[in-house]
């Protein structure tokens, strides 16, 4: 009986406890200042702050609706900090598509594309890819799978999905 009184009090704290944890990560706003918006921007082009380019890429996800100037501008970003942020090697691809899209992401959307846009961010998708970068080992293993700029090859889509769901640290089975 002790045990059962012990584990209604551990529910009683317990669930107002994850209540508010739970509510307390709803995306919110983000709000810089106008200096603040402008060193980040210094830092990323002097100093290849990867933090900053973060931070900047956060805030212009969350605080605004498509627009072509701000997507323009990250995508300026991120060839900037390729060589020491993986994360921008996807966040070119994204964010171009987006810029020729209106705002809208699809991964195939590849398909719309002049062929040297298409090489060009394929080129971005693998080089992503040698450094092991998740999302594009994964935009690269569905196009495999269904024959979106590749020829269609099953064995090259699953062995880059092992790839992603066993990284070099761990072992593999």
Known sequence: MNIN???MKMKFYLIPI?????TSCNL?????SDDEIKLMKRNIVNHNDTISYADY?????????????????????????EEVYPNAYYDIFSNFLRINNDGKFNPNDIL?????????LVYYLEAGAKKEQYYCIDVLAKFYEEG???????KKSDSLTNINIYPKEVSRP
Do not use: H, M, T
Not at 112 to 120: M, N, R, S, T, V
Not at 148 to 154: G, I, R, S
């Open 5 to 7: 009184l012990k584990i």
């Open 18 to 22: 994850c209540f508010f944890a739970l």
């Open 28 to 32: 919110r706003e983000i709000n810089y």
């Open 57 to 81: 890429d956060l805030y212009i996800s969350n605080n605004s609706d498509f627009d072509s100037i701000y997507q323009n501008e990250l995508l300026a970003y991120s060839l900037k900090i």
């Open 112 to 120: 719309k594309l002049a062929k040297p846009e298409q090489d060009l």
């Open 148 to 154: 979106v700029y590749f020829e269609k090859n099953l």
